[in-house]
């Protein structure tokens, strides 16, 4: 599979209406690494990697942010296989899969709901017919994420995920095939 560029494939399912605009503006991107100094920030893709001198440029820290921490989590990083999807497509097939019951897409803090999340699960991985999940990610521009699975369970992706899967949901997400 050819690497993703950002840049080329973010697509719009429809012409954009105020009301998802004005959705797409409220979205909350991801701030976990809003208290630290610029430097120690993960680039997002594209952004071209902080160097020694930049580094070495930072201010010291008076108290260490829990971000940094030891923590319970994975090392080496999670990696997620899968397509960016903007806050304007998860509205959209949202209100398309059970348009007898609306939901609300963001919950009352500005996230997107677990009953979005899930429909747009459910709803993306019959159109691909494979399990997808919605998934955020800290350090892509649009923070939003249509997954197949990460490099954790890459062995039994590596068995049931086919490249009809993955053009699947690159129509699905109006992605364009390179």
Known sequence: ???I?????????SAQS?????????????????GLPAALRPPAPGCPE???????????????PLLMLLADYSLPPMLEYGFPITLEQ???????????KPINVLSESG????????????ALSERCSH???LSTV????GGHFMTFGNNYNLASLKRTLKGKHVRKLQEALGIRRF
């Open 90 to 100: 998860i509205s959209v097939i949202c209100s398309q899969y059970k348009p007898s």
């Open 5 to 13: 560029d950002p840049d080329r494939i973010m697509r719009s399912l």
């Open 131 to 133: 399990p997808v999940q």
């Open 1 to 3: 599979m050819a690497p």
């Open 138 to 141: 800290i350090n892509h521009p």
């Open 50 to 64: 902080v160097t020694d001198e930049e580094l070495a440029a930072a201010p010291p820290l008076k108290v260490l």
């Open 111 to 122: 996230f997107i709901s677990m009953i979005a999340q899930a429909r747009v699960s459910m």
């Open 18 to 34: 105020s009301a998802d605009s004005a959705l797409e503006r409220e979205s909350i991107k991801p701030v976990v690494y809003a």
